[in-house]
Nanobody, 129 residues
Framework: EVQLVESGGGLVQAGGSLRLSCAAS????????IGWFRQAPGKEREGVSS????????YYADSVKGRFTISSDNAKNTVYLQMNSLKPEDTAVYYC??????????????????????WGQGTQVTVSS
């Protein structure tokens, strides 16, 4: 059974930091791209960042570039999203997702707001001004 379990969300003041974790199981982690998406109330889902575990390639949305860092611990089957300099507009439910596509396709899918194969339940991130 595929499982993606997010943790690390919470309430933080603007300018603060949070680190999200996504613990994965039930699929060949090393062969998959893992992405973070977010959805704020009344807004469409947005692809935030992804990492392809087979070659380490990464992607960041322009809105988070320079502030967020994605990393993967293949020994623990866990992907992290370090979020620094948080802004109120970062407030959203953050979802971890996994996809078996090759790196270029996984990134392209995220850029156009496409859907990965497997999803976690999400974790709330709230940034107060």
């Amino acid at each position: 059974e595929v499982q993606l379990v997010e943790s690390g969300g919470g309430l933080v003041q603007a300018g603060g930091s949070l680190r999200l974790s996504c613990a994965a199981s039930g699929f060949p982690f090393d062969d998959y791209a893992i992405g973070w998406f977010r959805q704020a109330p009344g807004k469409e889902r947005e692809g935030v960042s992804s990492i392809s575990n087979n070659d380490g390639s990464t992607y960041y949305a322009d809105s988070v570039k320079g502030r967020f860092t994605i990393s993967s611990d293949n020994a623990k089957n866990t992907v992290y999203l370090q979020m620094n300099s948080l802004k109120p507009e970062d407030t959203a439910v953050y979802y971890c997702a996994a996809d078996p596509s090759p790196p270029d396709l996984a990134i392209a899918t995220m850029k156009v707001g496409g859907k990965y194969d497997y999803w976690g339940q999400g974790t709330q991130v709230t940034v107060s001004s």
